[in-house]
């Protein structure tokens, strides 16, 4: 079955030290994002990539980073997670045929900060 | 600024119908999608709109009013495992989605 695939489900950090997430998928999609989401909010847009063009949101921290090698893989670097970056990060594809742009989500990763 | 509001919380009996609301405030506008919700797992989608009017898909409807802003989600025959969030979302004119915080919907037996 064709999907997206998020690695690991959970994660858990010490203040400050690194982390990377990683998501994949099997649906031969052009877009990824990376969403934060935390409790009983909105998903928040943190990167997208329209197949290897990078867009940056104008409020994410400095502190994220991401990769996406190929069209199949996306990475989430977490620089030095602070207690507030303890969420929910969820991956998600689409198509980009626009103007429908349904998106396809992974399970998530849910990030603890000790 | 972009916006959308929907109500936090509602509660409804099994079996019964419920309808849940949203309005939406986008610099443009390419369709109105609605996203159910377990906790702690990943939105699954339920129904895209972008014309005016009513789209049934089984239990499950969205109506979309584009000169309104507004659109809703009507649930009928309401089982337990319905009980999620519910998240509304608009497509910009950038064709990117912005996001309600969704509504958590309680089914009580």
């Known amino acids: 079955d064709a999907m997206v695939i998020q690695n690991p489900r959970y994660q858990v950090t010490q203040f400050g030290k690194p982390v990377t997430l990683s998501c994949s998928q099997t649906?031969?999609?052009?877009?990824m994002y990376w969403y934060q989401q935390k409790s009983s909010q909105a998903p928040k847009l943190l990167f997208h990539?329209?197949?290897?063009?990078?867009?940056n949101e104008a409020d994410t921290p400095d502190n994220f980073q991401s990769r996406r090698p190929n069209t199949s893989f996306c990475f989430l670097d977490i620089r030095s997670p602070g207690l507030g970056d303890a969420a929910m990060y969820l991956c998600?594809?689409?198509?980009?045929?626009?103007?429908?742009?349904?998106?396809?989500f992974g399970p998530g990763t849910r990030l603890t900060v000790l | 600024g972009q916006n959308i509001d929907q109500p936090t919380e509602m509660t409804a009996t099994e079996g019964a119908i419920v309808q849940i609301n949203c309005t939406y405030q986008?610099?443009?506008?390419?369709?109105l999608f609605w996203y159910q919700q377990h906790a702690g797992e990943a939105p699954t989608f339920l129904s895209y709109?972008?014309l005016d009017g009513l789209e049934e898909k089984g239990r499950f409807s969205s109506f979309l009013s584009r000169s309104k802003g507004y659109s809703y989600l009507l649930l009928k025959e309401l089982q337990m495992k319905d009980s999620a969030s519910y998240l509304c979302?608009?497509?910009?004119?950038?064709?990117?989605?912005?996001w309600g915080a969704g509504t958590k919907l309680i089914i009580k037996p």
């Open positions: 998600a594809t689409s198509s980009g045929t626009e103007p429908y742009n349904e998106q396809f």
């Open positions: 709109n972008v």
């Open positions: 979302a608009a497509e910009d004119s950038n064709y990117q989605l912005i």
């Open positions: 990539y329209y197949d290897k063009d990078f867009n």
């Open positions: 649906l031969n999609h052009n877009v």
């Open positions: 986008t610099s443009g506008f390419n369709g």
